[in-house]
């Protein structure tokens, strides 16, 4: 039986082009389309439809709701972290289903907007979407096998021209042990 992704986003071409692409992968996917609203969503998730759910791939930025709904422009830095509060909601139904946040905005800009409106959410990593469907695929298959969720790209984004932010060969050991799959 293939793993199911429940994959969130306001973006209804691009989501349905990682839908394919996870599909191939092997996996179940069920597109939520966030463009509009978000009762869709709730429904789904309030619903008990989700029980069987592997994995939730969540787009950071998403649109704002009104001043009254929790998805408010101002709760939400004008939609950049929208997908943490998704992301908070889920995690009360739903205790131990890994999360994958992405987003196309450097990981500092949506660390910085986040700050402060966000607490920690266990099993829930963040990539950019450039990464694609190939290192969400990485990261559950190292979940299943480990119970951690591993953002692989931060451990691969330095700059070896930069020799303040030179990595060890220790550390680049632990690269390699991570993207090759242990026998």
Not at 14 to 29: D, M, P, T
Not at 38 to 57: E, F, H, I, P
Not at 58 to 82: C, F, S
Not at 113 to 142: H, L, N, Q, Y
Request: net charge positive.
């Amino acid at each position: 039986m293939a793993q199911k992704i429940v994959l969130i986003d306001d973006e209804p071409i691009q989501a349905n082009r990682y839908k394919s692409q996870l599909e191939a992968l092997g996996f179940e996917v069920e597109f939520v389309n966030t463009q509009r609203n978000y009762k869709a969503m709730r429904q789904r998730l309030n619903s008990g439809t989700w029980q069987d759910v592997d994995l939730y791939l969540i787009d950071m930025m998403m649109p704002t709701e009104p001043p009254a709904q929790r998805y408010n422009q101002q709760r939400t830095e004008d939609g950049l972290t929208t997908g943490i509060f998704v992301a908070q909601d889920i995690r009360k139904k739903h205790k131990l289903t890994p999360i994958i946040l992405w987003s196309t905005a450097p990981f500092a800009v949506v660390a910085a907007a986040a700050k402060g409106s966000a607490k920690v959410i266990p099993s829930c990593a963040f990539i950019r979407k450039d990464k694609g469907v190939e290192t969400v695929k990485k990261m559950f298959d190292s979940f299943t096998k480990t119970g951690r969720l591993q953002t692989i790209w931060q451990k691969l984004s330095f700059d070896p021209l930069n020799p303040e932010s030179l990595t060890s060969l220790k550390t680049l050991i632990e690269i390699v042990k991570l993207l090759i799959p242990s026998s």
